[in-house]
C-alpha cells in the first residue's frame, strides 16, 4: 500500500506570507494527487486535481507541483480565509491514502 | 448542484451495528464511483471504501475490511454503509464522496456522526 507523508503537521504563518505544504509517496504515484482544504466542522473541499490543475472557483494564489514521489501546495499571498487545514490525497490505486494533515495557524 | 446528503449516524454500543445512506442529487448518480472516508474527532482522514459505478468493483481499507459492506442503488440514488461489529475506534464523522473524472474525489458530503460507547 502506498503511504503519504506530509509536512509539516503544523504551521504558523502571517496574512500575505507564502507557504509550502509537501507531500511524499512512498513510490511513485505519477501525478495521481490531489490537495483539500478543511475548515473546522466543514467536509473538505478540492483544491487542486492531479497534482496541478486548479480546481474551478479556486483563487490563483493556490497551486500544486510534483510528480512521482515528491509534491507541493504552494499558497502565494495567505488571506485570511486560508487558515484551515490542508491534506493530500492519493489516488494511484487502491487503498487510497491522505496525508496526516497541515494545519495553518495565525 | 451536486449535493450528497448522508444519514443513518447515532449513538451505537460496541458490537453493535449501523447503516449509513447518502443520497444525491445534482448529478447522475449512476455513472460515477463512490467511497467512503471518515474522520475521528480531532484526527485526519481516513480512506474507508470504494464501489465502482455498476458495483462491479469493491475495495477496503484493511481497518474495516470484513466488518463493514458498501453498497448502492442507482435506481435510487443512494450509496449505503453497513457497519457491523463497531468498535470506539469506529467513532467518527462518516463522509459520502464522488469520485471525479480524475480520479481523485471531487464532492463531499456534509457527513454523519457515528459514536460508538457503551
Known amino acids: 500500500d502506498i503511504q503519504m507523508a506530509q509536512s509539516p503537521s503544523s504551521l504558523s504563518a502571517s496574512v500575505g506570507d507564502r507557504v509550502t505544504i509537501t507531500c511524499r509517496a512512498s513510490?511513485?504515484?505519477?501525478?495521481?494527487l490531489g490537495w483539500y482544504q478543511q475548515k473546522p466542522g466543514k467536509a473538505p473541499k478540492r483544491l487542486i486535481y492531479n497534482a496541478s490543475n486548479l480546481q474551478g472557483g479556486v483563487p490563483s494564489r493556490f497551486s500544486g507541483s510534483g510528480s512521482g514521489t515528491e509534491f507541493t501546495l504552494t499558497i502565494s499571498s495567505l488571506q485570511p480565509e486560508d487558515f484551515a487545514t490542508y491534506y493530500c490525497?492519493?489516488?494511484?490505486?487502491?487503498?487510497?491514502?491522505f496525508g496526516q494533515g497541515t494545519k495553518l495557524e495565525i | 448542484e451536486v449535493q450528497l446528503v448522508e444519514s443513518g449516524g447515532g449513538l451505537v454500543q460496541p458490537g453493535g451495528s449501523l447503516r449509513l445512506s447518502c443520497a444525491g442529487s445534482g448529478f447522475s448518480f449512476s455513472i460515477y464511483s463512490m467511497n467512503w472516508v471518515r474522520q475521528a474527532p480531532g484526527k485526519g482522514l481516513e480512506w474507508l471504501s470504494y464501489?465502482?459505478?455498476?458495483?462491479?468493483?469493491?475495495y477496503y481499507a484493511e481497518s474495516v475490511k470484513g466488518r463493514f459492506t458498501i453498497s448502492r442503488d442507482n435506481a435510487h440514488n443512494s450509496l449505503y454503509l453497513q457497519m457491523d461489529g463497531l468498535r470506539a475506534e469506529d467513532t467518527a464523522m462518516y463522509y459520502c464522496?464522488?469520485?471525479?473524472?480524475?480520479?481523485?474525489?471531487?464532492?463531499w458530503g456534509q457527513g454523519t456522526l457515528v459514536t460508538v460507547s457503551s
Open positions: 464501489i465502482s459505478r455498476t458495483s462491479t468493483s469493491i
Open positions: 464522496a464522488r469520485l471525479g473524472g480524475a480520479g481523485d474525489i471531487d464532492y
Open positions: 490525497l492519493h489516488h494511484n490505486n487502491y487503498p487510497y491514502s
Open positions: 513510490q511513485g504515484i505519477r501525478n495521481d
